[in-house]
């Protein structure tokens, strides 16, 4: 799957007004960088903690931006942040509700979030202990057909 079928959610305005720290979010995305499959589109990765996207408190971790007075859309990462950048002191957002997509790197800027991982080191685990077992059964049969 490509992950066309996609739901889309509805989108929404925010207009944040610019703070002593700028806008209060991180992006990432774009034509250079993907972050999701197939999607040139800029995503929000982090909201600042008191950042004027936090005190609204509408814009969440991984909403896609659609429009920020200029499409968004086939912008490279860097164009991207200089819109925002020089974007002025209010700004209106139309995003797009987060929603389970097929990404292409973490969903934080820490890295992590693929909940793959674990289950993969839980198979290794118990079919680790199933070749330990079958292994000591083989080891130790003779011994256990002796008759006193």
Known sequence: MNGSTRSVSPAVDIRLKRGPSGLGF???????Q???VNDNGIYVCKIK?????????????????????????????GAAVDLFRTAGEDILLCIQKKHPPHRNGPSSPEGGGDSSVPR?????????AAALLA??????QPQLRRHF
């Open 135 to 140: 292994l000591l059964y083989v080891r130790f």
């Open 49 to 77: 903690e008191n950042g004027a996207a936090a005190l609204d408190g509408r814009l969440e971790e991984g909403d896609k931006i659609l429009i920020n007075g200029n499409k968004l859309e086939d912008q490279t990462h």
């Open 34 to 36: 993907q972050y999701v």
């Open 26 to 32: 991180n992006i990432v995305g774009g034509m250079d």
């Open 120 to 128: 993969l080191g839980l198979l290794v685990g118990v079919l680790g």
